[in-house]
């Protein structure tokens, strides 16, 4: 997007702050379009205020008559960032505290069993191709299995190019995803050889610009497309946010994963910085969740990794 321009009595911190969160590869994109709305509301209505004050912020965050219990949870989130990194940079500023409305609750993820993920996959393997979906018997089982062998997130899938399978390395470029962070993926030897068969048989003529699977199938498409695989794999939907959620076969990668690790002996303590950087995620926290969904416990590791390793932080993103 363009350069955000603001014209508040804070301008310049909004400005330093939008700033400090580019140079840490945060696209930040909504958060920035929010600080705006911020800016354009503190001009109006505090047009004289030296500092985030209390008053501005409460008056900024209240519930508006128009917008939902979640987009004024977003807004506080926001303002809870900036003041943070006002007080780190010794401004003054009022830290709203966290606001969870209890009528929001948080998603649990579902983890598939490994009977449920070969259901999932045989039900891939065998749609039917349609007239308005020519490739997707082709693609979708593609797809499905990158999600669960590689953890991707869906958007990542759907947005590789030919040029983003690296055949000698074995892996997938994923390239400035969320945080704007690019990534490589290796394969597992299974994986690989679907995806040899899929660009030997279907892709040998495409270009390195094409995209990798030739659908054109936005993430709520193919979330649609998913909920027919459920249906036809006999798992049952649980409704409308609760699941399964395309996003849990990333979530059932990462379980899978460390209960794998821990029936080998592996110490997870000392591959949770692997897992982080091949999730892409931001920091290690982030990881550390799916450890709460295997059967062990694994308090005495969290205990260590929050003490002891430099990226355990606050981040949401599992």
């Known amino acids: 997007m363009g350069e955000m321009l603001f014209i508040g009595p804070l301008s310049s911190l909004c400005t330093k702050f939008i700033e400090y969160k580019h140079s840490i590869g945060c696209k930040y994109s909504r958060e920035e379009l929010s600080l705006r709305a911020f800016d354009r509301f503190s001009a109006e209505q505090f047009p004289y205020v030296e500092n985030l004050d209390k008053e501005l912020v409460y008056a900024w965050t209240a519930l508006q008559p128009y917008e939902s219990n979640n987009n004024q949870q977003f807004r506080i989130s926001v303002i809870r960032q900036f003041a943070k990194y006002l007080d780190s940079q010794g401004y003054k500023a009022f830290i709203h505290p966290p606001c969870y409305n209890s009528s929001d609750k948080k ?178 926290s982030a990881t550390s969740n799916y450890l709460r969904l295997t059967p062990a416990s694994f308090d005495e590791i969290l205990s260590l990794a929050k003490v002891n390793h430099p990226l355990f932080g606050e981040d949401k993103d599992i």
């Open 107 to 284: 998603h649990i993820p579902y983890i598939f069993t490994v009977d449920e993920i070969q259901r999932i996959f045989f039900a891939a393997d065998h749609m039917e191709p349609r007239g308005v979906s020519p490739y997707r018997h082709i693609t979708t089982p593609v797809i499905i299995k990158t999600l669960y062998g590689c953890g991707l997130r869906i958007t990542e899938a759907l947005n590789l190019h030919m040029r983003d399978v690296d055949i000698n390395s074995r892996s997938l470029i994923v390239f400035k995803s969320k945080y704007n962070k690019s990534r490589i993926v290796p394969m597992s030897n299974s994986l690989w050889q679907i995806y040899q068969n899929y660009l030997t048989r279907h892709r040998f003529n495409a270009a390195e610009d094409d995209p990798l699977f030739p659908d054109q199938l936005t993430a709520h498409g193919f979330y649609n497309r998913f909920r027919e695989i459920l249906y036809r794999a006999k798992i049952s939907h649980r409704g409308l946010g609760k699941g399964p959620r395309l996003h849990d076969m990333r979530h059932t990668f990462a379980v899978h994963c460390l209960n794998r690790w821990q029936r080998q002996g592996v110490d997870i303590y000392t591959m949770l910085p692997i897992l982080s950087e091949y999730l892409g995620h931001n920091s290690i």
